[in-house]
């Protein structure tokens, strides 16, 4: 095992109408909240109603930005940032997905530091020394976000999309409500599945030889294999909601993480490639490139991808434990091919191009541009 400090100051709380208590939570914060939210879904649950109902109630002031985007931009984040600082606020309450969690973990420090340029802060050229609070009203089960230090944003100009970890970036408090995402469409659904179980392979694949997080890896997995499908099925369903939103928030808040040097992100990085290209959904990158990374890597990660295979599915090959999570992803209804999400082979040179020039690679596994391009002629 290697050596490890365990940290998470979060507060989470889990379960119908948790959402009433961000009011108390607030005031003992400040007086002035940011509110950010995405295009629209917010209104259409009890999300956005509810967080700004209880705020309101207890004389919080609010100012809104809304529009954050899936992939969310450095752009709209410097903006946002601006809006929290002229306004004086005092904390930062997002409500929605990862896109806008994620936004709203940058804002959180510009706002505290008036010299703060976001980019830079992503790509660890500033580095932060203050942010205000973060309440996150988590809307869509998948990137575990709501209770770890972590934003993935994309800078159009320079095409890339990368993330960032920094202590001062776990929100305060985070309230999953699983009925808010009982409105997450058949699509966003099977991505967030795909996420949570991405997260377990990052790990796994990870360095460092950690047994119990390996099995906290396996057992996180195994629910979503019998939960997801059993959600596609029945999308209203709260208490299938509820298991999937738990094991999401589980597969990336450190339990799996503990006792390794690192994770791989290899696939991640990879994915967010096809993200900056096709703006294509987190989740359908990772379902596209995970089966085709596995393939390539059989020979330098085989034991690993034979030790899964046992922990899952009992005792296959590997090439069958390759197959089964393929299956997995299919069944659930992401693309495991480009093709599928709209990606036709003559854009292989293109990716290829952007993959080779950001070094695409794991932190565990690094790749050659020879092993790019054959993960590559995989996905498609
Ligand atoms: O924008 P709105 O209108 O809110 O609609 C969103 C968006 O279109 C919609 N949605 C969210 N909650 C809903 C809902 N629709 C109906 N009912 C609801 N309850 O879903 C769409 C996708 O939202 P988004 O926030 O983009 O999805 P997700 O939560 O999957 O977040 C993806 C982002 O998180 C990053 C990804 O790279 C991607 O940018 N990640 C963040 C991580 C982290 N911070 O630890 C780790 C992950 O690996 C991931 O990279
Ligand atoms: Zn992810």
Request: charged share 20%.
């Amino acid at each position: 095992m290697e050596s490890f400090t365990a940290f998470n100051p979060t507060k989470l709380h889990f379960g119908r109408d948790v959402v009433k208590q961000i009011g108390d939570h607030a005031t003992q914060i400040g007086a002035h909240a940011l509110l950010m939210y995405g295009c629209g879904s917010v209104l259409k649950n009890r999300s956005y109603a509810d967080t700004v109902g209880r705020l309101k109630q207890n004389d919080i002031k609010v100012t809104e930005y809304s529009g954050i985007k899936p992939n969310p931009s450095v752009d709209d984040v410097m903006e946002a940032a601006q809006i929290g600082r002229d306004n004086k606020v005092d904390m930062v309450v997002a409500v929605g997905g990862g896109s806008v969690i994620d936004a709203a973990k940058v804002v959180a420090i510009c706002i505290a530091d008036d010299d703060c340029n976001a980019w830079e802060v992503m790509t660890r050229e500033h580095d932060p020394q203050a942010a205000v609070p973060i309440l996150a009203v988590l809307t869509l089960a998948a990137t575990g976000t709501e209770m770890n230090p972590a934003a993935v944003l994309q800078n159009r100009q320079t095409k890339q999309k990368i993330g960032f970890r920094h202590k001062l970036m776990y929100p305060m408090h985070s309230y999953l409500d699983p009925a808010y995402t009982l409105s997450v469409p058949q699509n966003y659904t099977a991505y967030g599945i795909v996420d949570l179980v991405s997260h377990c392979l990052e790990a796994w694949f990870g360095k460092g030889n950690a047994s119990l997080s390996d099995r906290f890896v396996i057992s996180i997995i195994k629910e979503a294999m019998e939960y997801g499908p059993a959600l596609m099925e029945d999308p209203e369903n709260f208490e299938l909601r509820s298991k999937i939103m738990w094991a999401a928030t589980n597969a990336l808040n450190s339990l799996t993480i503990y006792g390794r040097s690192c994770c791989d992100w290899g696939v991640h990085i990879l994915g967010h490639n096809l993200s900056v290209l096709y703006d294509m959904p987190h989740g359908a990158t990772l379902s596209i490139i995970y089966p085709a990374w596995m393939k390539v890597m059989r020979d330098r990660a085989g034991e690993r991808i034979a030790k899964l295979g046992q922990g899952l599915f009992g005792n296959p090959s590997i090439d069958e434990t390759i197959a089964s999570l393929e299956t997995f992803f299919s069944g659930l209804g992401s693309p495991v091919k480009c093709m599928e999400a709209g990606i036709e082979p003559a854009c292989k040179k293109e990716i290829l191009q952007l993959v080779n020039k950001n070094q695409a690679e794991g932190l565990n596994y690094q790749l050659s541009n020879v092993e790019r391009e054959a993960i590559l002629t995989h996905i498609f």
